[in-house]
């Protein structure tokens, strides 16, 4: 009896561990309430040339289903990815990018352990943006880039904790930068250029701390620049330009240590550019172009300074170009042009090189590359 016993004992051992192996190599199993909410938001879409959505049978929606994925823990849905512009074997086979018309459906809320929902690149997928959106307590991702989406930011956009990524860019999205956008305590990327955006940017930007990237371009913001931008420590890439900016640019920009990339050009800024942005050594694109700033260039450059590209022209900028641009560790790129600058053009790097057209339209300059002399 004893070795019966024993017998028994391994053969039910083995057993577990061949039901440990088949659940950890198993597929999960979608929920049915998970594959009514994917059915339901793939039927307000039309996508009529890669038949991406063909795939979307069966019971199981976990399993190769274009786009989505599961949690293997909880069988819950977590990812919903649609890209129009990809390197995937179906639309290298099609030899084409994406085309999508439709609206997204309110039922993409019920995807409530849903982390990531990307729809971009589609061009035609027009309506507004649920505001149920702003009720999934784990979405770390929206993507929305390049389509006609219009409406507006959804008001309750901060309750979404966890977001990491906010990409709305390039769509037809009007109103007002929601205030409730500085409680997303966990935002690294913010994308909203190239829409119909109006008013100020929120004054508490800074409260952002983890953002690196802040991408606004090609709306119609006003209003002044807000200084506690300056604040978020992370951000190394911050482009306010085409907008209806006003007032000065914040001296506080000069201070911040991972800056890399400004563009504030084509706005409507005023006053002097401060000594101490064109002095942070670790600035490496800068473009104030199109503007009304006024004042002299600052005489601050040195060794440490490396500018791939610096962009000043149409602006009211007066005086000399300063000789301490000649002692530049690296300026790649510099466009001082229409102006009402005046005086000799410094020897050397980067004037040596420098076409004529990136210092024509002041009032006296003279010397190389200017057919004039002083």
Known sequence: MERYGNVVLLAAALFAAAAAVGMTTAAPVCSASDRAALLSFRAALNEPYLGIFNTWTGENCCVNWYGVSCDPETNRVADVILRGESEDPIFEKAGRSGYMTGWISPAICQLDYLTTFVLADWKAISGEIPPCIASLPRLRILDLIGNRISGRIPAD?????????????????????????VNLKSLM????????????????????SMMSRALLSRNQLTGPIPASLSGIYRLADVDLSMNRLTGPIPSEFGSMAVLSTLNLDSNQLSGEIPSKLLGNWGLNILNLSRNSLSGKLPDVFGPKTYFTAIDLSHNDLRGPIPRSLSSARYIGHIDLSHNHLCGPIPNGSPFDLLESSFLEGNDCLCGTPLQTTC
Not at 170 to 181: F, L, R
């Open 157 to 181: 956009i901060g309750q979404l904790s966890r977001l990491t990524v906010l990409n709305l860019a390039d769509n037809q999205i009007y109103g007002e930068i929601p205030p409730s956008i």
């Open 189 to 208: 990327h913010l994308e909203l250029g190239n829409n119909y955006l109006s008013g100020g940017i929120p004054s508490d930007i800074g409260k952002l």
